[in-house]
């Protein structure tokens, strides 16, 4: 038996992942059908999922992680922004050292980068 249909338990095909709306079927999708002629759109529908996603959870780590998975997607520039803006604040409400040295090490020249050098020295 083939799950074709999509609403089968199987994210086989276009209109069946469309119907789940979900990133797991858009993955599924592109892992077996990855040169499909609407496999830029299941890719976009998944970059939007996962960036909103990490913005439910808005964590550092977690927009890290959507950064990770879409290097070039299209919510980069705002989960750029996001992980660095918290991961200072977590360094900054930590008031520890070590974690400016690690903030300073994953943003070496990011907008809060004087500010962690600036709390380490002190």
């Given at each position: ?12 095909n ?32 998944l ?31 705002q ?24 903030f ?10 004087s ?8």
């Amino acid at each position: 038996m083939v799950l074709a249909l999509g609403g089968c338990g199987g994210a086989l095909n276009y209109r069946g992942v469309l119907a789940q709306n979900s990133p797991a079927a858009y993955r599924e999708f592109l892992f077996r059908n990855p040169n499909h002629p609407k496999a830029n759109e299941i890719r976009r529908l998944l970059d939007d999922a996962d960036f909103r996603a990490a913005s439910q959870i808005h964590t550092s780590p977690a927009y890290r992680r959507y950064l990770e998975q879409h290097p070039s997607g299209h919510n980069v520039r705002q989960a750029a922004f996001w992980s660095e803006r918290l991961a200072y604040y977590d360094a900054l409400s930590q008031m520890n050292p070590e974690q400016f040295r690690n903030f300073l090490k994953r943003f070496p020249k990011g907008r809060y980068a004087s500010e962690a050098q600036e709390k380490l020295q002190r």
